[in-house]
């Protein structure tokens, strides 16, 4: 599907992954398979996380990160914690305080 050599830290190549991430999250969103396995994302969660940063940074910049984008972002973010290891899932919510906190602290460093 994708190349190997994707770099989320590209402008271009993150827009790629975001969107593929975005169709994977809402297809389980649809289907009501939340949390959902680490497995069935399209890149690791850190190739996505890399690539949200990338594009929320590139949209900044050019001056065309709305409000409504921030938000969806921010949720796109938020949501890899609903992907969790095979390993158990209790801390599912623990991960989402985690990950909200780091994108807001992305956010203001930015």
Not at 65 to 78: I, K, P, S, V
């Amino acid at each position: 599907m994708f190349k190997p050599t994707m770099n989320p830290l590209n402008p271009s190549d993150a827009q790629l992954i975001v969107i593929e991430y975005a169709r994977v999250l809402e297809r389980d969103l649809d289907e009501h398979r939340h949390p959902a396995r680490v497995d069935s994302l399209p890149f690791s969660k850190s190739t996505i996380q890399t690539a949200i940063q990338t594009s929320v940074t590139h949209l900044a910049r050019s001056g065309q990160l709305t409000a409504d984008l921030r938000t969806y972002f921010e949720t796109a973010y938020m949501c890899l914690a609903e992907y969790p290891d095979p390993a158990p899932v209790s801390l599912t919510r623990e991960e989402t305080e985690r990950l909200r906190s780091e994108f807001k602290r992305f956010l203001t460093s930015s």
